[in-house]
């Protein structure tokens, strides 16, 4: 059972355009929201997060919308740069390990972004 | 060296070897992962260590086994592997705070593993 869903697969879009990636969860256990960035022979590193009690935050360039009712939650990426061009992973955070102990993330499957100049 | 590091980088290995993969944080953190990321599939958490104690296993063959001797090392021991367990194999850190989930976890470059 896939608890974060990811959408889309790819994605392409030109210099200056806006990248949009689409998540949506099932547990309402989750309790935070972050995306991470992967560039190619490097680990994920956090890219900006959100709690469930704000519907949108913005750093720089970035912003999470955040739709509770819904479940769902994405990432827009203004005036795309091909520096952006990366794998782009959402997660959700929900308490777990023996008793309860660490939080866990649950990620989706990624989007592969490819901006072009 | 800052942040995660691990090595190797890249391990071949038939499936009757025994090797293994090490990670270490720079970072003062107290809580360690292991995860594996394979092509079109989601990461998978498959441990956790928080204070060198093994918190979370999430189903994972016996064929791994996880080994924390300090809040700064954590070792993944791997033995009789099978071809299917080719991936990337990474290693996070974190502060390890259970009263608030955000709790960044912080990656390292991963080891690229391929079983013959």
């Known amino acids: 059972q896939q608890q974060v869903k990811q959408s889309p697969q790819s994605l392409i879009v030109q210099k200056g355009g806006i990248s949009i990636i689409n998540c949506a969860y099932e547990?309402?256990?989750?309790?935070?929201f972050p995306w991470y960035q992967q560039f190619p022979g490097k680990g994920p590193a956090l890219l900006i997060a959100?709690?469930?009690?704000?519907s949108e935050k913005k750093e720089g360039r970035f912003t999470i919308s955040f739709n509770k009712s819904a479940k769902q939650f994405s990432l827009h990426i203004m005036d795309s740069q091909p520096g952006d061009s990366a794998t782009y992973f959402c997660?959700?955070?929900?308490?777990?390990?023996?008793?309860?102990?660490?939080?866990?993330?649950?990620f989706g499957k990624g989007t592969l972004l490819t901006v072009n100049p | 060296e800052t942040g995660v590091t691990q090595t190797p980088r890249h391990l071949v290995m038939g499936m009757t070897n025994k090797k293994s993969l090490k990670c270490e944080q720079h970072?003062?953190?107290?809580?360690m992962y292991w995860y594996k990321q394979s092509a079109k599939k989601p990461l998978e958490l498959m441990f956790v260590?928080?204070?060198?104690?093994?918190?979370e296993n999430n189903s994972v063959p016996s064929r791994f086994s996880p080994e924390c001797p300090n809040s700064s090392h954590l070792f993944l021991h791997l033995h009789t592997l099978q071809p299917e367990d080719s991936a990337l194999y990474l290693c996070?850190?974190?502060?390890?705070?259970?009263?608030?989930?955000?709790?960044?976890?912080?990656f390292g470059p991963g080891t690229r593993l391929t079983v013959l």
């Open positions: 996070a850190s974190s502060q390890g705070v259970a009263d608030t989930s955000t709790d960044t976890q912080y």
């Open positions: 547990n309402t256990a989750f309790d935070y």
């Open positions: 959100i709690r469930p009690d704000v």
């Open positions: 997660a959700a955070s929900m308490l777990g390990g023996s008793g309860g102990s660490n939080y866990k993330l649950t």
């Open positions: 970072l003062g953190h107290n809580a």
């Open positions: 260590y928080n204070f060198k104690e093994q918190t």
